[in-house]
């Protein structure tokens, strides 16, 4: 946790930057929403977001959405600036992602209930690698599994899941898996390319065997 006193609050240019960062163009009246919030304002209540603990996420994201033009999903890609490594961002691949195993189709309405199912899904992953993977890379690995979704690479949906039923402050996933049994294994994410990364981070995070061992059964058993 990082020092109440090395935080900073953000200004409206950044505020700004964090709207266009989750909603790209997609809703071109919000920046101009997000402007009309004072600087004072804007000053105050990120620094009281951020000077809450970034396990009691809950309480920082209510603080920030008090202001205009930020809903809980917004004030996650502030948020997780700050606390990259416990606080994932509320992207709509990584949700898609960490909570219905690959369904990207599914609507999702950027609810603070949505996102706590999230959080919690994503925490459990962390816990489940005992601190090999920080929430920006459980976030990046979901960004990346749907941007191939979008181009036409599919998965296999039991590839793709990697949580079972959770729970946090009373709301429930739906989701359940048939087996609650995980392997864990090493994770390197800095050197390696995109496609190798999410390949290796969603290996271990799922408990699967590695994909180039699970080819050379295939191959060795004459299976396509």
């Known amino acids: 946790m990082l020092c109440s006193c090395l ?5 409206q240019t950044d505020l700004i930057r964090n709207v266009l960062r989750k909603h790209g163009k997609n809703r071109p009246t919000l920046p101009s929403l997000v402007e009309s919030n004072s600087a004072q304002d ?14 009691e996420v809950k309480s920082s994201l209510t603080k920030l959405i008090v ?21 994932p961002f509320f992207s709509d691949e990584a ?22 199912i999230f959080y919690n899904n994503t925490k459990e992953i962390m816990e489940r690698l005992e601190g090999e993977t920080t929430a920006k890379d459980v976030e990046r690995v979901g960004w990346i599994l749907g941007q191939e979704a979008a181009l ?3 998965h296999d949906r039991d590839d793709l899941q990697v949580v079972d039923h959770a729970e946090v402050d009373g709301v429930s996933n739906p989701q359940k898996s048939k087996s ?9 994410v800095e050197k390696e390319t995109k496609s190798t990364e ?8 799922t408990g699967k065997e590695p994909s180039d061992v699970r080819r050379s059964k295939r191959l060795k058993t004459g299976q396509a």
């Open 7 to 11: 935080l900073r609050p953000i200004n």
């Open 198 to 205: 999410k390949s290796k981070v969603h290996d271990n995070i």
């Open 152 to 154: 036409g690479l599919k």
């Open 180 to 188: 609650s049994s995980h392997k864990k294994g090493n994770i390197t």
């Open 95 to 116: 949700f898609r992602w960490v909570v219905h195993n690959g369904d990207w189709t599914k609507k999702i309405d950027y609810t603070m209930k949505e996102y706590l």
């Open 42 to 55: 804007v000053k105050t209540v990120t620094l009281d977001a951020f000077s809450i603990p970034p396990s």
């Open 67 to 87: 202001l205009r033009g930020i809903g809980p999903a917004t004030a996650t890609a502030v948020l997780s600036t700050v606390y990259p490594e416990t606080v």
